[in-house]
């Protein structure tokens, strides 16, 4: 059973770098019609796309994000990782990372609150 | 990007109730669309993809259907356990969408 665990720091001031990881563990992150994928929940909202990369390294990003955010892939630590720079409280938000087999989101890891405050 | 519509944004409804939630997307998806359940303090939960394809394990009493850009997921029969806050989602094409949610309640 593929398992998903986000990591990273629960608190990043105004003007920083958010990053966060996703550890992967039950299964290979090589398959090529799969993606990993990033995506925010803001408190007592919706869901918010933010990105992609696939096996190859080839990504995808929501534009409303203004090309804040880097998402990388390790496979060999089975981990990829999200980097949103120049944080303000608007990116205050649950972080959850998924695969996405054929771009479903079929596996979700439990999600991490992180809190952009000085 | 492709905006996603959903109605309504809350229902309350009683165990044993047939629910109906509908989705719109703004434009062309084809089949591309996905359901979510959301219980409170957890991670979204796959329930439906291609519109109307049951996730492993789901209960049968999910089901998708789609009419053109309008997709609509139904509960046959809700029980407890349903009460949870559901998304659709388009995945035709980037950035990937989401509705806004709709919020179930048991009666």
């Known amino acids: 059973q593929l398992q998903l665990q986000e990591s990273g720091p629960g608190l990043v001031k105004p003007s920083e770098t958010l990053s966060l990881t996703c550890s992967v563990s039950?299964?290979?992150?090589?398959?090529?019609?799969?993606?990993w994928g990033w995506i925010r929940q803001p408190p007592g909202r919706g869901l918010v796309w933010i990105g992609n990369i696939y096996p190859s390294g080839t990504t995808f990003y929501n534009p409303s994000l203004k090309n804040r955010v880097t998402i990388s892939l390790d496979t060999s630590k089975d981990q990829f990782s999200l980097k949103l720079t120049s944080v303000t409280a608007a990116d205050t938000a649950v972080y959850f990372c998924?695969?996405?087999?054929?771009?479903?989101?079929?596996?979700w890891g439990q999600g991490t609150l992180v809190t952009v405050s000085s | 990007d492709i905006q996603m519509t959903q109605s309504p944004s809350s229902l309350s409804a009683s165990v044993g109730d047939r629910v109906t939630i509908t989705c719109r997307a703004s434009?062309?998806?084809?089949?591309?669309l996905a359901w979510f359940q959301q219980k409170p303090g957890k991670a979204p939960k796959s329930l439906i993809y291609?519109?109307?394809s049951l996730q492993s394990g789901v209960p049968s009493r999910f089901s998708g259907s789609r009419s053109g850009t309008e997709f609509t997921l139904t509960i046959s029969s809700l029980q407890p356990e349903d009460l949870a806050t559901y998304y659709c989602?388009?995945?035709?094409?980037?950035?990937?969408?989401f509705g806004p949610g709709t919020q179930v309640d048991i009666k």
């Open positions: 291609a519109a109307s």
């Open positions: 039950g299964g290979s992150m090589s398959n090529i019609s799969a993606s």
């Open positions: 989602q388009q995945y035709n094409t980037y950035p990937f969408t």
């Open positions: 434009q062309a998806i084809s089949d591309y």
């Open positions: 998924a695969r996405e087999a054929h771009g479903i989101a079929d596996y």
